[in-house]
Nanobody, 123 residues
């Protein structure tokens, strides 16, 4: 099983850019489907982007498609979320998560979660 630690959160102006990282420790990172999720105050957690073990399959929420990019570096046990042109509504705590098996946007199937990193977008 892997353990996950997110970093790279902070404050960013709308229209700027920010890159989140999720470092995994433990065995078998390259076998895991990885995902980024977020939760804004008063809202339910939602999937942002998902990537399969090889990086060959990615899924995005409609609200971020074309602006955010998920990628992974299996040699360094890290998954990234590049956030370009963030909007005010992207403000949330962002979580990294891992699961074995096929990629899915369903957060309930992800068994391992990081502690989260706050992203605040300002005008």
């Amino acid at each position: 099983q892997v353990q996950l630690v997110e970093s790279g959160g902070g404050s960013v102006q709308a229209g700027g850019s920010l890159r989140l990282s999720c470092a995994a420790s433990g065995r078998g990172f390259s076998s895991y489907t990885m995902g980024w999720f977020r939760q804004a105050p008063g809202k339910e957690r939602e999937a942002v982007a998902i990537i399969n073990w090889s990086g060959g399959i990615t899924y995005y929420a409609g609200s971020v498609k074309g602006r955010f990019t998920i990628s992974r570096d299996n040699a360094n046990n890290t998954v990234y979320l590049q956030m370009n042109s963030p909007k005010l509504e992207d403000t949330a705590v962002y979580y990294c998560a891992a699961k074995l098996g096929s990629p899915t946007m369903d957060g309930h199937s992800f068994r391992t979660w990081g502690q989260g990193t706050q992203v605040t977008v300002s005008s």
